[in-house]
């Protein structure tokens, strides 16, 4: 499971699915189609036959938060429901948090102190329960454009996921 922040005003608050439409996507769609994950290497639209394969995406914050900056009351009213969510999961289900905000939401939703995992690019953590959490920077014009997340950034962490889960024994 890939967790965003929030849907984006041009994005998915507009197509209704999450980084379909949207800056952000551009980078996450074409990795995970090069890495398996997805039939096509873009999302445009909610009828544009993407279909994810053994993933599945979700934000941190259910709602358009003002400036596209959720607020701390906005992730916590949404918790429960990204809690619910990661509880559907398999015991070793790996879940990939793009961006600290989302980090700090999933140890939350999972009752797991912040300061014992700490958020960091391509850092892993067990967590309680079996499942596996990922790190990446947020795969925003932000990030992309001031190098702070690279595609091949991205691109290994995405390759570290695959392997992980393709070296499972079902």
């Given at each position: 499971?890939i967790v965003g922040l929030a849907p984006g005003m041009h994005?998915?608050?507009?197509?209704?699915?999450?980084?379909?439409?949207?800056?952000?996507?551009?980078?996450?769609?074409?990795?995970?189609?090069?890495?398996?994950?997805?039939?096509?290497?873009?999302?445009?639209?909610?009828?544009?036959?993407?279909?994810?394969?053994?993933?599945?995406?979700?934000?941190?914050?259910?709602?358009?938060?003002?400036?596209?900056?959720?607020?701390?009351?906005?992730?916590n009213r949404c918790n429960d429901y990204l809690r619910d969510?990661?509880?559907?999961?398999?015991?070793?289900?790996?879940?990939?948090?793009?961006?600290?905000?989302?980090?700090?939401?999933?140890?939350?939703?999972?009752?797991?102190?912040?300061?014992?995992?700490?958020?960091?690019?391509?850092?892993?953590?067990?967590?309680?329960?079996?499942?596996?959490?990922?790190?990446?920077?947020h795969c925003s014009r932000y990030n992309t454009n001031t190098?702070?997340?690279?595609?091949?950034?991205?691109?290994?962490?995405?390759?570290?996921?695959?392997?992980?889960?393709?070296?499972?024994?079902?």
């Open positions: 499971m994005g998915a608050n507009r197509s209704g699915r999450p980084f379909t439409g949207d800056y952000a996507g551009i980078l996450l769609y074409k990795t995970l189609y090069n890495h398996g994950l997805a039939n096509i290497p873009e999302a445009v639209s909610r009828d544009d036959g993407l279909k994810l394969k053994g993933c599945r995406i979700t934000n941190a914050v259910k709602c358009l938060p003002p400036q596209n900056k959720p607020l701390p009351d906005e992730i969510e990661i509880a559907g999961l398999p015991p070793r289900a790996v879940i990939l948090a793009l961006g600290g905000i989302a980090h700090t939401a999933v140890l939350q939703a999972v009752d797991a102190r912040k300061k014992d995992f700490p958020f960091g690019h391509a850092l892993e953590h067990q967590l309680p329960g079996g499942r596996m959490l990922y790190d990446s920077y190098r702070r997340l690279t595609p091949e950034m991205f691109d290994a962490v995405i390759r570290n996921i695959a392997r992980r889960v393709n070296s499972r024994t079902v």
